[in-house]
């Protein structure tokens, strides 16, 4: 259900998908608390479906601390899947001002991403890194994380 809403971003039905999310918020919680103890990747996963909702509805404390705690149970999951959820975690702690946890998160990210990620994975990383500089004002290091990222872009 998370990861169908999730595909309805920016499009006419997304509006009905959010309430749907919303109804069933509670059984949501409930299934990332039984997916944390018993199927932590796929805890991952479903946080990382739930994140627009979380977003949009300004649950961002609660994706906050779900990433938080499906990140330190998932030091095994698939580096891309670890890479995107460090990526997409750095966006509630933007939006909250948090610009240090942000940067701690795409610090570890980019270091994952240069020992076992691809190429791309290191781009979108570095370009998520110098959203977090920019959105902490630090404009030079923004422009250094974005041209570095163009690098591994490709022609």
């Known amino acids: ?10 499009k006419p039905e997304e509006v ?3 309430e749907r999310l919303e109804a069933e918020h509670d059984n949501l919680r409930a299934a990332l608390a039984w997916f944390e103890e018993n199927e932590p990747e796929s805890a991952l996963r479903l946080a990382l479906a739930l994140l627009e909702f979380w977003l949009i509805r300004g649950y961002w404390r609660q994706a906050r601390d779900a990433f938080q705690r ?9 580096p891309e899947l670890r890479i995107e959820a460090m990526q997409q975690a750095t966006r509630p702690a933007l939006r909250q001002g948090d610009w240090q946890a942000a ?9 994952l991403s240069r020992e076992k990620g691809s ?8 370009g998520y890194s110098g959203r977090v500089a920019r959105r902490s004002g630090d404009f030079a290091q923004a422009a250094r994380s974005w041209r570095k990222g163009l690098a591994f872009s490709g022609p």
């Open 1 to 10: 259900m998370a990861e169908a809403a999730k595909d309805t971003a920016n």
């Open 16 to 18: 009905e998908w959010l």
């Open 70 to 78: 499906v990140l330190e149970r998932n030091s095994e999951a698939p």
């Open 103 to 111: 940067k701690t998160l795409m610090d570890s990210c980019l270091k």
């Open 119 to 126: 190429p791309q994975d290191i781009a979108k990383s570095l």
